[in-house]
């Protein structure tokens, strides 16, 4: 994956990449395809598009931006995977006016459900557009992760919002709209009808450490990067992770 050669971009995405290819790789297995049908809601500019394309998968990249859209062609272009990255204007609550349900193997859901209306319904959609036995991964905007990030800015009242908040928001300024607990997160999941397979903490560190450190440090991106690995399934840790990733399994 090309964004592990930028150390910032790395950190963000280490723990998703590596469940996410191995959810795929047992996909292979079990399909006996060396090439699934994967659909990215939200895809933007195809950060895991790409690479999940270059694996061999068919990607469908499902956005509301049309700028993204075209700098996710761009970018398909350059990494030779044209041909197998596809996208499409259009959003996970509308999912169905512009691909078919049922005809997927995994399902994308990044960085979506903080932004969306009904949250219910956009995990059901991404649900309905697997095929039987699919695969979906889910990330979102931890709660968590926001207290204790103001926290240590020094904002407590923010802070302290955050925890009573519905949305999870630590006030006015908030540029997210919704953030989630893990348990909030499986019972979205299950309650589409997936089993959840796994829960991950993602960057629990990582946006705490400064960055002089990590940028100049030798080594310290690599440690830092098995000390993510090492935390990102503790339930322990998942409370204070900036993002939480679940994996669900739909079953026949």
Do not use: I
């Amino acid at each position: 994956m090309s964004d592990q050669l930028r150390p910032r971009a790395s950190l963000r995405t280490a723990v998703v990449w590596e469940v996410l290819k191995d959810a795929l790789d047992r996909r292979v297995k079990a399909t006996g395809r060396d090439t699934l049908d994967v659909l990215d809601t939200g895809g933007g500019t195809g950060n895991f598009a790409v690479p999940v394309a270059r694996l061999g998968h068919r990607v469908t990249v499902v956005d509301p931006s049309p700028n993204a859209l075209f700098a996710l062609e761009r970018r398909a272009a350059e990494d030779g995977v044209a041909e197998r990255v596809s996208g499409v204007q259009g959003d996970v609550l509308g999912l169905f006016d512009v691909v078919e349900r049922g005809s997927y193997d995994a399902v994308l859901c990044h960085g979506v459900l903080e932004y969306v209306d009904d949250p219910a319904e956009g995990v059901r959609n991404a649900v309905d557009a697997l095929r039987p036995s699919g695969a979906l991964s889910l990330l979102a905007a931890g709660l968590g992760g926001a207290v204790m990030a103001r926290a240590l800015a020094g904002h407590f009242t923010e802070a302290r919002h955050a925890l009573s908040d519905p949305a999870g928001r630590w006030g006015d300024g908030d540029p997210v709209p919704r953030r989630f607990s893990a348990d909030q997160l499986t019972e979205l999941v299950v309650a589409a009808g997936m089993e959840v397979g796994a829960v991950h903490g993602v960057r629990v560190f990582a946006d705490l450490v400064p960055g002089g450190l990590v940028d100049t440090e030798p080594g310290a991106v690599e440690a830092l990067l098995k000390l993510e690995a090492a935390v990102a399934e503790l339930p322990s840790f998942h409370a204070v992770a900036t993002q939480l990733h679940v994996l669900g399994e739909k079953h026949t």
